[in-house]
């Protein structure tokens, strides 16, 4: 069955430290999204992906980067982890862009 | 830009309660309507979806939808709850011409007591 795969599933990290969150997806979608889940805010977007080679920002971008070389994966990156990016990151996939989305398990990410 | 309301942020019942739940947008224009539901432990799954058509919308385990036009309103309900429905639950809109992009409201808290 396809799937939406997400790793790793749990992170602690120190303020400053580069992060990187994966993502892969087998349902061969080409448009993916990656959201982050706080409390009392439901999922904000991050960043989203049309295809390969395509990124876009969403509205809470600022300190994360993807980038997008093939269909199946979007690793989201923290370039400079910061206490306020202690938060649970899902990702997404969808066959069209405005689509039902499928969700992957989560990773719940810790900067101390 | 576009907004989705969730007013319930927390909502207890007992068994074989009715639930309701209000989503309120603001967008003005086509729309795709959803409702997701997350729990305990568990990433998001979704329970119904509005494209067009019938505006009142049955989804999985007893839920239902309605998409009122003139409200801005897609509101969940299910006529009796059980323990298992204890969960997050999570409306969306997509915006058409709007670039396409899921807003989520802010959740509502179900915790249905046994």
């Known amino acids: 069955d396809a799937e939406i795969t997400q790793s790793p599933r749990h992170k602690i990290t120190e303020t400053g430290r580069q992060v990187t969150l994966a993502c892969h997806q087998t349902?061969?979608?080409?448009?993916m999204f990656w959201y982050r889940q706080d409390l009392g805010h439901g999922l904000r977007l991050i960043h989203y992906s049309y295809g390969v080679q395509d990124t876009n920002k969403g509205e809470v971008s600022d300190g994360y980067s993807v980038s997008r070389s093939n269909t199946e994966d979007l690793p989201l990156t923290l370039e400079s982890a910061a206490s306020s990016q202690t938060s649970v990151y899902f990702c997404?996939?969808?066959?069209?862009?405005?689509?039902?989305?499928?969700f992957g398990p989560g990773t719940r990410l810790t900067v101390l | 830009a576009q907004s989705v309301s969730q007013h319930n942020h927390h909502v207890i019942l007992s068994e074989a309660a009715s639930l309701e739940l209000g989503c309120n947008y603001s967008y003005g224009g086509t729309v795709n309507l959803f409702w997701y539901v997350q729990y305990p432990g568990q990433h998001l799954q979704l329970l119904l979806k509005?494209?067009?058509?019938?505006?009142l919308v049955k989804g999985i385990k007893g839920f239902e939808a309605e998409f009122i036009k003139s409200k801005f309103s897609f509101n969940l309900r299910k006529p009796s709850v059980q323990w298992s429905d204890t969960a997050e639950y999570f409306c969306a809109v997509n915006a058409h011409n709007a670039g396409n992009m899921l807003t989520f409201g802010g959740g509502t808290r179900l915790m249905v007591k046994p």
């Open positions: 997404a996939s969808s066959e069209a862009p405005s689509d039902e989305q499928f």
């Open positions: 349902w061969n979608h080409n448009n």
């Open positions: 509005y494209f067009s058509g019938d505006p």
